[in-house]
């Protein structure tokens, strides 16, 4: 590789770091200034095209990207058992590997509303933070070399993260189930309304929680 060819008093993998990461910065500044955050403002779609986007996007009764933030979305996250379920996931998940790309497509498919769905991500980063202050601590110097606090955390860490997959499916599960309890009162002869009544909310921020016609991914 013509990085380990450099000649410097520094060492050869700092350039690494150094030539890599400026390659990921200019190419982040490039995609923050030319990529569109909605369909409606993609400079590449024509008005046809960014009309069939957008109705794409409704169809996942999520909607689409909302810069302002609803404190109401903010109580819901903090009173939502998903928050915390992701919250202990991480930490779990953390302390003995990185998995919290794993968590971020659960919040991705399965929370609903800008202001909520932020926050959730903002505690998944937060759980995947402290897992990863907590793991290195438990490898002790004297313990070398079988580490025995490390191994005892890793099969901690493994444990809760099983468990609390397990909790988070039987959640999201009996909601669904709930809410098609519910939606069989109406009868099979509403649920194309009520189907246009999901996507319809999907597009005004709300989150899963208000949507009665929302299911979860599972």
């Not at 438990?138 to 493994?158: D, H």
């Not at 709930?178 to 005004?204: C, F, H, N, P, W």
């Amino acid at each position: 590789m013509l990085i380990g060819h450099i000649t410097s008093s520094q060492p050869a993998w700092i350039y690494i770091f150094l030539i890599f990461g400026a390659i990921s910065l200019a190419w982040g500044i490039l995609f923050l200034a030319f990529m569109p955050d909605l369909p409606s403002t993609a400079r590449f779609l024509n008005e046809r095209e960014r009309i069939v986007a957008v109705e794409r996007v409704a169809t996942n009764r999520q909607g689409v990207k909302n810069h302002h933030f609803k404190a109401y979305q903010m109580w819901q996250c903090l009173r939502d058992p998903k928050t915390w379920i992701l919250f202990v996931m991480s930490i779990g998940a953390q302390i003995p590997s990185a998995a919290h790309y794993s968590f971020m497509s659960i919040v991705s498919g399965n929370v609903a509303g800008y202001t909520k769905k932020q926050l959730t991500g903002a505690f998944v980063y937060v759980g995947c933070y402290i897992g990863n202050i907590i793991g290195p601590q438990t490898f002790i110097e004297t313990e070398a070399p079988f580490y025995t606090s490390a191994y005892i955390a890793i099969l901690i860490g493994y444990s809760v993260e099983t468990l609390m997959v397990i909790v988070l499916y039987l959640y999201m599960w009996s909601v669904n189930r709930k809410r098609d309890r519910e939606a069989a009162v109406y009868g099979s002869g509403l649920s194309a309304e009520r189907e246009k009544e999901a996507i319809e909310r999907g597009m005004q921020d709300v989150t899963e929680l208000d949507k009665k016609g929302f299911r979860y991914v599972l």
